[in-house]
């Protein structure tokens, strides 16, 4: 059987490429050929090409043509359509991430601004109809069967979506021949648009899966990561976008904290390069692999700072961390009016009883906790508690591969 993925495949962000290659080497064993479909629209690689330094975005390139089998370009959904029919795959699996948004125009809207309002831009990934919602069926003769994994609706506001919009995406969820998602809110979601007629179960996220699926093919062992990035032995590792969520003092603070404990703070970061916490004595610049961001946490003494996958690495491989949440619903510009219940970290450190070692950032009015509580909390960690929710985790994915595996070649008899 010929399968064809369709994901966040050319996104220059580490955690996306991860989960898309955890799946795909999972699949490899499942399945006889698997192909990344390449949809990239225009204006998200555009984007990509805005925010992400050169050196990092080639390396993001080099990442896709080393481990993913790509299909040939597609910008539309009749691209893909046409690549299905080219290529003869039988079957195409969504996900996982964020491949579930449909954000209308009225949350859209950020107020106040310098010009009273204005409108939040979208690229076509963001939008409905997109592939990711599996429009390229309406080009195909025979529509092919569609499964949906641990997707993500990143906050979508779906409570005001159109009723003629809410039918439309109501009849892709119910054509699915298996859907899961990610979080409580993307649950709540295709369970609304659906009146309660698909309910899909919440599944974990496809780097839970990846030491097993991944690093007994591909690794890269310690004294690797720290003859090249320069490290000491004991490290912890500082991720942020901004200088809005901590200041420079409370960075000098925890990094002095760290060293009476002979831990070296290190600024490590994202794909669009280091901010401000490279104020730290040490830190990691780009270019940087996806794979040698992964085993950077994994080896690590902890991780302080934004995004969800960094703490789905420091879970799955039961290593210390604080996450300031960035994620959640903001109503008014700054969030001065906030849902942080919407977030996806939120959901998972619910589900492992680390809420403690969360604290969200989105409201314009919160206030980070002090640097003292957030080194006690590294100090602190509960690792056996890591590890089994990790090892519960990883039954889960399980299952979800199987179900999901068994219910395309059920499909294809």
């Known amino acids: 059987m010929k399968i ?45 090409r805005d925010v992400t330094p050169k050196c990092q975005y080639k390396m993001h390139l080099q990442f896709q043509k080393e481990y993913y ?73 025979k529509p092919i069967p569609i499964a949906v994994i641990s997707a993500s609706s990143q906050d979508t506001a779906f409570n005001l979506i159109g009723e003629k919009t809410r039918k439309k995406i109501s009849g892709a969820i119910e054509s699915y021949k298996y859907v899961s998602v990610r979080d409580v809110w993307t649950q709540k979601m295709f369970s609304s648009l659906t009146r309660n007629a698909i309910n899909p179960p919440i599944t974990p996220d496809p780097v839970f ?15 690797f990561i720290i003859r090249k990035f320069d490290l000491p032995e004991d490290y912890l590792l500082f991720s942020f976008h901004d200088s809005r969520t901590v200041s420079i003092g409370w960075l000098e603070h925890i990094e002095k904290l760290a060293a009476e404990k002979g831990l070296c703070c290190v600024a490590m970061p994202f794909t669009n390069g280091l901010k401000f916490e490279n104020k730290l004595k040490k830190k990691i610049d ?14 690590s003494k902890g991780y302080i700072g934004h995004n969800m996958h960094p703490i789905v690495i420091a879970l799955h491989n039961a290593v210390p961390f604080f996450s300031f949440d960035n994620y959640g619903t903001r109503y008014v510009r700054g969030g001065l009016l906030s849902n942080e219940k919407t977030s996806k970290i939120y959901h998972i450190l619910s589900e492992a009883d680390y809420m403690e ?33 990790a090892d519960t985790y990883y039954q889960k994915y399980r299952f979800m591969m199987r179900d999901m595996c068994s219910s395309l070649k059920l499909a294809l008899d």
């Open 69 to 141: 089998h790509l299909t040939s370009l597609c910008r539309t959904a009749e691209d893909v359509a046409n690549v299905i029919m080219m290529e003869g795959i039988q079957a195409v699996i969504i996900g996982s991430d964020a491949v579930a948004q449909c954000h209308p125009f009225i949350s859209r809207i950020s107020f106040p601004t310098l010009t009273l309002f204005s409108v939040n831009k979208l690229t076509e990934d963001r939008k409905f109809p997109n592939p990711f919602w599996g429009t390229f069926n309406d080009y195909l003769k």
């Open 357 to 389: 070692n969360r604290s969200s950032c989105i409201n314009r009015l919160s206030t980070p906790p002090v640097p003292d509580y957030v080194m006690q909390k590294i100090l602190d960690f509960d690792v056996e508690k890591a590890k089994k929710f």
């Open 286 to 299: 780009l270019p940087l692999s996806p794979l040698e961001w992964y085993y950077l946490i994994k080896y």
């Open 209 to 223: 899966g990846f030491n097993h699926n991944v690093c007994m093919n591909i690794s890269l062992d310690k004294d």
């Open 4 to 48: 064809g993925l369709l994901a966040y495949h050319a996104a220059c962000n580490f955690g996306a490429n991860l989960q898309l290659l955890s799946t795909v080497e999972y699949l490899k064993k499942e399945f006889e050929s698997v192909l990344v479909i390449n949809w990239v629209p225009i204006d998200l690689e555009e984007y990509y």
